[in-house]
């Protein structure tokens, strides 16, 4: 193959967009391919895709697709001048024939996750809601079944128990782009090595549910530390005081316990609400209806006392 491979990024979210943003640096992608916008807010205002927005902020040209396996275009585009490589990311459709396999080299994917564990839609959240200490990023061609084909390059990060999914999302892209790079090297050099996933190590990553975001005083404290951080990068795990809801964004375990829900005391200010083992202090809240805030602000605020009950 040639030194200047020819390749297409198709992606959505943002994961999607930080990969392309420190890729593109180094690869010249010939086609930059993206959903149509979505309908967000009160007024319905189009919302582009991260993908789109970061190839505006690039200067590059970027394609709005529906359905791919419906594409003419696409499929005449196929036809005509397949790419070496297609780098699939962060794009909520499957990967279906003839894109599949019309690439030289097929279609590539940057997967948050070490695979086989955390196939799936959800993988940074899930291994933060386990408590995984370790995760990773893996590079792999896409086959028929989900995030189950061969693998190209993987690297490992530590998760500290304070790191949120915001936070891991970036060293994710950031590793997976790397290692990316390195894995279109070694194709374009002629040594690139595939290795076959094992079977008896898949676990699942199913999407997240908007249940799944409320927390339980009935739970641990590290339980509920570990929801907080899994969905920091979404919605926010929430729980409810005084009738309305609250969202947790960012929380401390400690060792205080008590009745489950009921805050037990502050430190510095911010409170510490006790779970069914272990206590957690919360240290940046949202209120319904206000901004985020440090939780001795929100306690002052609302006049927060011991013995307070959350739901």
């Known amino acids: 193959m040639s030194a200047e491979p020819r390749i297409w990024f198709i992606g959505g979210g943002g994961f999607a967009a930080s990969c392309l943003t420190r890729m593109s640096g180094s690869l010249a992608f010939e086609k930059i391919l993206t959903g149509f916008p979505s309908k967000a807010g009160r007024g319905l205002a189009e919302r582009v895709s991260r993908v789109e927005e970061a190839a505006r902020k690039l200067g590059l040209p970027v394609e709005r697709t529906g359905p791919l396996s419906r594409n003419e275009g696409i499929a005449e585009a196929l036809s005509a001048a397949p790419p ?140 509920i530390h570990n929801a907080v951080r899994a969905f920091a990068s979404s919605t926010g795990a ?26 037990v005391c502050f430190i510095e200010g911010d409170p510490v609400v006790a779970c069914a083992e272990g206590a957690l202090r919360l240290l940046e809240v949202q209120a319904e209806g206000k901004r985020r805030t440090g939780g001795a602000d929100w306690a002052c605020g609302c006049r927060l006392e011991a013995g307070s009950v959350m739901m």
């Open 84 to 223: 070496d490589i297609v780098f699939v990311v962060d794009f909520a459709q499957l990967i279906r024939e003839p894109l599949l396999s019309a690439p030289r080299h097929g279609c590539l994917n940057i997967h948050p996750s070490l695979l086989p564990r955390w196939r799936g839609a959800a993988p940074v959240q899930r291994a933060l809601l386990s408590g995984d200490a370790v995760t990773g990023v893996t590079v792999f061609r896409l086959a028929e079944e989900l995030d189950a084909g061969p693998i190209l390059r993987q690297r490992e990060i530590p998760v500290p128990l304070t790191m949120t999914s915001t936070e891991l999302f970036d060293i994710l892209a950031s590793a997976g782009s790397q290692i990316a790079l390195e894995g279109v090297k070694s194709i374009v050099e002629g040594n690139c090595q595939f290795s076959n996933q094992n079977s008896e190590f898949v676990t699942y990553a199913d999407k997240v549910s908007k249940a799944e975001t409320r927390v339980s005083w009935d739970w641990s404290h590290l339980q």
């Open 238 to 263: 929430f729980t409810f005081f005084g009738g309305k809801r609250l969202k947790l964004w960012r929380t401390v375990p400690v060792g205080a316990g008590g009745i489950p829900g009921r805050v």
